[in-house]
């Protein structure tokens, strides 16, 4: 079994860095390409547009439709879709090795050419706004996002899919302003993984968009974070509970400190957090705490959510094993932590997607791809002591809590 | 790959297919036992018995058990269905003994009373976040409209009335009629050998109670229906149409997946390119399903109440164009290559690979390669399809609404 790393990396001479990995054992190929213009570029009150201008890339690309795009994908029996992040919007793709270099072609027709016709405008928009309405009926997806914009503040916390109320204030000609800036190669990270040639591969890549014309960086919107207490009026069965507090960045040398104190809290069924709440109490059936970590800042986010009257002895609950995690942290536990991150990171060797996905996002928010040794090493150093001392001088205050419900809660 | 089956004498099945190039191991045991094998009084008991499967068995305490899959790693779970109960886990190879010990364990499980009402709370807890997600209600209520007066139209979940009443000692007797080997499928995919997964079968399952549960299979004969329950603190209208299709035994089942495909599936289908990307609605989807003894098309519509009965009207068009006019030769090739992408891509991970290995089992005693699937899908013809269609006429039989249309 070979777990070990062959990562190539590559700059073109427009800044687009590239990253290859090797995976012997697949027969697939596949891409994760992250070009910097996810939401936290929406203009003031114009939160959307990144959404509406991805809608749009598919709609219509080089030579050819949206119908006949769709058609050529499949052909290839390519799986891609495209997504926005707070930073990027993320293509990603799967598909039979053979069937890359052709599949990287239509990559570069959606990313560098697309149409932006006027015809294909008020449907984009309107999809858009379906699916903002869809998060409407999903409150305890809904409560995450509005948790994000409250202990984040903008431009972290600025929704990714979008605002309901800023939808009539965009037009197309913001669409091809938000292209125009933000679609550039500085700052875009494309990631191949699966059984695939690297020298012919990067010859494929450097053709498609080495002519890509490098741009700047623009301007993004800031406000502070806040209001630290609020609740949503819902006439619902439930009660959904967002609660986050700061935690480190993902450059910091604490990170994975960090990281095993949040994967102690909620990483499996064994976690204090679900002992707690779910397994000795039945206070509720989803409660999880993750760590959400970028380049200069964290949060760690927890949710539950739970019928009405239970809803304040859950948010109770909650508070008090956060508030208890740094005491009585034991070796058992934290050898848990390792062992799930052990299985995880070598179970991802088996995915071409899951590879091309890491090893992008390594390269976004740490400038270079970790390796599985050195992630390995990281976490044995960790002890529960360490943990102990990180929690210590981080404890869980500057509380932001979102509820969702019939009735407010209250921190006590 | 390498395809080993054996069938013990206590009557439980072992299926694998073991693959030295893979970094894990994917092992599961499916139980034929879902919502349809209960009688009205135990409602949402199958569900249930899942979730105390994790609360410990012999001597082990729920903690123990949390606590050792966590020691090895596993990322596992369980779930139900109207017609199965699966218990699975995917571990590093060297891990397998001990998550083999924990899985054989837990489906015999304490079933002890103080644990039985804790998860109470949590099962309760589950109805009523589902309560809060119309998309799932939706679901539950059509398959209860479709399968009126059929077990496949029972609740999985149940509901907060048969689970408040429900006894810890219903659940024993429940679990003493269906947890038997002769009922129970292992299967192992991955990075192992069958010495091994027979060693550990000879360990641990041999004692395993023998025989099997009856499963009273007929088929169902839904007549048509069309209900709209008013919820009006939603924004969208979930409407859930089924349609009635060949079962799981039928060798029509591949062409029905490439139909339902060309009709509906997430990109590229008639339903993506007259629903979706004029953006009239947030979902529009068609799939089939295959039960023992029964199947259906299903298909979810979600959306602004005020296209929902013009969404309507357009799946009925294309239905009604697909019964007359039949699909084009460009379709039929693009699906095949849509599902023969997923097969392969999917067939990569030992995970993929269990779920097709025990379902194939579960429903048909049948060992399907990669190579076979692909054989398979590559050989349907339009004449198939049509055949299909004239078989199982796609007419609109169950439409259910929920959100805050009162009719269409």
């Given at each position: 079994?070979?777990?070990?790393?062959?990562?190539?990396?590559?700059?073109?001479?427009?800044?687009?860095?590239?990253?290859?990995?090797?995976?012997?054992?697949?027969?697939?190929?596949?891409?994760?390409?992250?070009?910097?213009?996810?939401?936290?570029?929406?203009?003031?009150?114009?939160?959307?547009?990144?959404?509406?201008?991805?809608?749009?890339?598919?709609?219509?690309?080089?030579?050819?439709?949206?119908?006949?795009?769709?058609?050529?994908?499949?052909?290839?029996?390519?799986?891609?879709?495209?997504?926005?992040?707070?930073k990027?919007?993320?293509?990603?793709?799967?598909?039979l090795?053979?069937?890359?270099?052709?599949?990287?072609?239509?990559?570069?027709?959606?990313?560098?050419?697309?149409?932006?016709?006027?015809?294909?405008?008020?449907?984009?928009?309107?999809?858009?706004?379906?699916?903002?309405?869809?998060?409407?009926?999903?409150?305890?997806?809904?409560?995450?996002?509005?948790?994000?914009?409250?202990?984040?503040?903008?431009?972290?916390?600025?929704?990714t899919d979008?605002?309901?109320?800023?939808?009539?204030?965009?037009?197309?000609?913001?669409?091809?302003?938000?292209?125009?800036?933000?679609?550039?190669?500085?700052?875009?990270?494309?990631?191949?993984?699966?059984?695939?040639d690297?020298?012919?591969?990067?010859?494929?890549?450097?053709?498609?968009?080495?002519?890509?014309?490098?741009?700047?960086?623009?301007?993004?919107?800031?406000?502070?974070?806040?209001?630290?207490?609020?609740?949503?009026?819902?006439?619902?069965?439930?009660?959904?509970?967002?609660?986050?507090?700061?935690?480190?960045?993902?450059?910091?040398?604490?990170?994975?400190?960090?990281?095993?104190?949040?994967?102690?809290?909620?990483?499996?069924?064994?976690?204090?957090?679900?002992?707690?709440?779910?397994?000795?109490?039945?206070?509720?059936?989803?409660?999880?705490?993750?760590?959400g970590?970028?380049?200069?800042?964290?949060?760690?986010?927890?949710?539950?959510?739970?019928?009405?009257?239970?809803?304040?002895?859950?948010?109770?609950?909650?508070?008090?094993?956060?508030?208890?995690?740094?005491?009585?942290?034991?070796?058992?536990?934290l050898?848990?932590?390792?062992?799930?991150?052990?299985?995880?990171?070598?179970?991802?060797?088996?995915?071409?997607?899951?590879?091309?996905?890491?090893?992008?996002?390594?390269?976004?928010?740490?400038?270079?791809?970790?390796t599985?040794?050195?992630?390995h090493?990281?976490?044995?150093?960790i002890?529960?002591?360490?943990?102990?001392?990180?929690?210590?001088?981080?404890?869980?205050?500057q509380?932001?809590?979102?509820?969702?419900?019939?009735?407010?809660?209250?921190?006590? | 790959?390498e395809?080993?089956?054996?069938?013990?004498?206590?009557?439980?099945t072992?299926i694998?297919?073991?693959n030295?190039?893979?970094?894990?191991v994917?092992?599961?045991?499916?139980v034929?036992?879902?919502?349809?094998?209960?009688?009205?009084?135990?409602?949402?008991?199958?569900?249930?018995?899942?979730?105390?499967?994790?609360?410990?068995?012999?001597?082990?305490?729920?903690?123990?058990?949390?606590?050792?899959?966590?020691?090895?790693?596993a990322?596992?779970?369980?779930?139900?269905?109207?017609e199965?109960?699966?218990?699975?886990?995917?571990?590093?190879?060297?891990?397998l003994?001990?998550?083999?010990?924990?899985?054989?364990?837990i489906?015999?499980?304490?079933l002890?009373?103080?644990?039985f009402?804790?998860?109470?709370?949590?099962?309760?807890?589950?109805?009523?976040?589902?309560?809060?997600?119309?998309?799932?209600?939706?679901y539950?209520?059509?398959?209860?409209?479709?399968?009126?007066?059929?077990?496949?139209?029972?609740?999985?979940?149940?509901?907060?009335?048969?689970?408040?009443?429900?006894?810890?000692?219903?659940?024993?007797?429940?679990?003493?009629?269906?947890?038997?080997?002769?009922?129970?499928?292992?299967?192992?995919?991955?990075?192992?050998?069958?010495?091994?997964?027979?060693?550990?079968?000879?360990?641990?399952?041999?004692?395993?109670?023998?025989?099997?549960?009856?499963?009273?299979?007929?088929?169902?004969?839904?007549?048509?229906?069309?209900h709209?329950?008013?919820?009006?603190?939603?924004?969208?209208?979930?409407?859930?149409?089924?349609?009635?299709?060949?079962?799981?035994?039928?060798?029509?089942?591949?062409?029905?997946?490439i139909?339902?495909?060309i009709?509906?599936?997430?990109?590229?289908?008639?339903?993506?390119?007259?629903?979706?990307?004029?953006?009239?609605?947030?979902?529009?989807?068609?799939g089939?399903?295959?039960?023992?003894?029964?199947?259906?098309?299903?298909?979810?519509?979600?959306g602004?109440?005020?296209?929902?009965?013009?969404?309507?009207?357009?799946?009925?068009?294309?239905?009604?164009?697909?019964?007359?006019d039949?699909?084009?030769?460009?379709?039929?090739?693009?699906?095949?290559?849509?599902?023969?992408?997923?097969?392969v891509?999917?067939?990569?991970?030992?995970?993929?690979?269990?779920?097709s290995?025990?379902?194939?089992?579960?429903?048909?005693?049948?060992?399907?390669?990669?190579?076979?699937?692909?054989?398979?899908?590559?050989?349907?013809?339009?004449?198939?399809?049509?055949?299909?269609?004239?078989?199982w006429?796609?007419?609109?039989?169950?439409?259910?609404?929920?959100?805050?249309?009162?009719?269409?």
């Amino acid at each position: 079994m070979n777990t070990s790393d062959s990562i190539e990396s590559h700059t073109l001479e427009n800044g687009l860095t590239v990253l290859i990995q090797h995976m012997p054992a697949v027969q697939s190929a596949a891409y994760c390409l992250l070009i910097p213009a996810g939401s936290i570029y929406d203009r003031p009150g114009k939160n959307g547009t990144a959404s509406i201008t991805c809608d749009m890339l598919t709609r219509g690309a080089g030579d050819r439709d949206s119908r006949q795009l769709a058609i050529a994908q499949d052909s290839l029996g390519l799986q891609s879709g495209e997504s926005v992040q707070a930073k990027h919007i993320k293509f990603s793709g799967a598909t039979l090795k053979d069937n890359l270099p052709a599949s990287l072609e239509i990559l570069a027709d959606i990313a560098r050419r697309p149409h932006f016709s006027e015809s294909q405008y008020a449907p984009a928009v309107s999809s858009v706004k379906h699916s903002l309405l869809s998060i409407e009926d999903e409150p305890r997806q809904k409560v995450m996002i509005e948790l994000k914009r409250r202990c984040e503040g903008l431009p972290w916390g600025k929704p990714t899919d979008g605002s309901l109320e800023d939808l009539p204030n965009i037009s197309l000609d913001d669409v091809k302003q938000h292209f125009e800036s933000c679609f550039r190669p500085e700052e875009t990270i494309l990631g191949i993984a699966g059984n695939v040639d690297s020298t012919k591969t990067i010859e494929t890549i450097t053709k498609l968009f080495g002519d890509w014309k490098p741009g700047s960086e623009p301007e993004v919107e800031e406000s502070p974070a806040g209001p630290d207490r609020d609740h949503i009026a819902l006439e619902s069965t439930q009660t959904q509970i967002g609660l986050a507090y700061p935690s480190i960045s993902i450059i910091d040398p604490e990170y994975y400190t960090a990281w095993a104190a949040v994967s102690i809290l909620s990483g499996g069924s064994s976690s204090r957090l679900f002992t707690e709440v779910r397994e000795k109490r039945g206070l509720c059936y989803a409660v999880y705490a993750t760590l959400g970590s970028l380049r200069d800042s964290g949060h760690v986010l927890c949710y539950a959510g739970t019928t009405v009257d239970r809803a304040q002895e859950t948010l109770d609950v909650m508070l008090q094993v956060i508030n208890d995690l740094s005491q009585n942290i034991t070796d058992e536990e934290l050898n848990r932590c390792k062992a799930g991150a052990k299985s995880a990171l070598i179970m991802q060797q088996e995915s071409s997607s899951g590879r091309a996905s890491r090893i992008a996002r390594d390269w976004f928010l740490r400038d270079r791809v970790v390796t599985l040794d050195e992630i390995h090493d990281r976490l044995e150093e960790i002890t529960p002591q360490k943990i102990s001392d990180y929690l210590n001088s981080h404890p869980a205050d500057q509380l932001t809590l979102l509820t969702i419900g019939p009735t407010p809660l209250e921190i006590k | 790959m390498e395809f080993h089956s054996q069938v013990l004498p206590n009557g439980l099945t072992v299926i694998a297919e073991t693959n030295p190039h893979v970094h894990s191991v994917g092992v599961g045991f499916f139980v034929k036992t879902g919502s349809r094998d209960e009688t009205l009084g135990v409602s949402g008991v199958s569900h249930f018995l899942e979730h105390m499967a994790f609360k410990g068995f012999g001597n082990m305490t729920a903690d123990d058990v949390n606590q050792q899959f966590d020691d090895v790693g596993a990322s596992y779970n369980a779930s139900t269905s109207e017609e199965v109960t699966q218990f699975y886990a995917a571990i590093l190879p060297e891990y397998l003994p001990k998550t083999f010990e924990l899985l054989s364990g837990i489906i015999f499980p304490s079933l002890k009373d103080e644990d039985f009402h804790t998860e109470k709370q949590v099962i309760l807890e589950e109805i009523g976040m589902y309560d809060d997600l119309p998309g799932f209600t939706v679901y539950e209520q059509a398959m209860a409209a479709h399968f009126r007066g059929h077990p496949l139209g029972q609740s999985i979940l149940g509901t907060p009335e048969s689970i408040t009443a429900l006894t810890a000692a219903q659940m024993r007797d429940y679990h003493a009629d269906q947890y038997r080997a002769g009922n129970i499928i292992l299967a192992v995919a991955g990075n192992t050998s069958w010495e091994e997964i027979l060693k550990l079968v000879d360990q641990y399952c041999a004692k395993w109670p023998a025989g099997g549960g009856e499963r009273s299979v007929f088929p169902a004969t839904p007549a048509p229906t069309r209900h709209f329950q008013l919820l009006s603190n939603i924004q969208q209208e979930h409407v859930m149409i089924m349609i009635p299709a060949p079962e799981a035994h039928s060798p029509d089942r591949y062409a029905a997946d490439i139909l339902a495909m060309i009709i509906g599936d997430d990109s590229n289908s008639r339903m993506f390119w007259d629903i979706i990307d004029p953006g009239h609605a947030d979902s529009a989807d068609f799939g089939y399903a295959e039960y023992d003894g029964s199947g259906a098309f299903l298909s979810y519509l979600a959306g602004s109440p005020e296209e929902t009965a013009a969404n309507l009207e357009r799946i009925e068009t294309i239905l009604k164009q697909i019964s007359t006019d039949g699909i084009t030769d460009e379709e039929l090739d693009q699906a095949k290559h849509k599902v023969s992408s997923r097969v392969v891509l999917s067939s990569e991970r030992p995970m993929g690979r269990l779920a097709s290995l025990g379902g194939n089992w579960l429903y048909r005693e049948e060992y399907r390669a990669v190579k076979t699937d692909l054989e398979t899908i590559q050989s349907i013809t339009k004449n198939d399809l049509d055949a299909l269609v004239k078989k199982w006429p796609l007419q609109l039989t169950t439409v259910y609404g929920l959100g805050p249309l009162e009719g269409v």
